[in-house]
């Protein structure tokens, strides 16, 4: 069962902007923290930004200025504005989120990711 599904990557020159979502399915419950992680090819998967339920903010520094994560009215919901976008910004980004299922201990699940390239 597909229980985080992102949206919103695809192709974009330099400079250009790019809004990924994230939407958490009712399956999860009490979502505290979410995350977007950036995955470029050959390299570890790092955070790019992170909120919780309160709405406290933290950024990659690679991303601080240019990027903005929220979450939606609805809280399943998650997004990620990308603007002054940069080739180094390329990867698949993957969406994280910390829940719980309706029985068991909180776990942390992923997206299965969306590519987004940026050309020079």
């Known amino acids: 069962q597909v229980q985080l599904v992102e949206s919103g990557g695809g192709l974009v020159e330099a400079g250009g902007s790019l809004r990924l979502a994230c939407a958490a399915s009712d399956t999860i419950y009490n979502i505290n923290a979410m995350r977007w992680y950036r995955q470029a090819a050959g390299k570890q998967r790092d955070l790019v930004a992170l909120i919780t339920s309160t709405g406290s903010t933290t950024y990659a520094d690679s991303v601080k200025g240019r990027f903005t994560i929220s979450r939606g009215i609805a809280k399943n ?3 990620l504005q990308m603007t002054n976008l ?4 390329t990867g698949v ?13 909180m776990s942390s699940y992923w997206g299965q990711g969306t590519q987004v390239t940026v050309s020079s």
């Open 77 to 79: 919901l998650m997004f």
């Open 86 to 89: 940069k080739p180094e910004d």
């Open 93 to 105: 980004y993957y969406c994280n989120v910390d829940g719980w299922p309706l029985l068991g201990p």
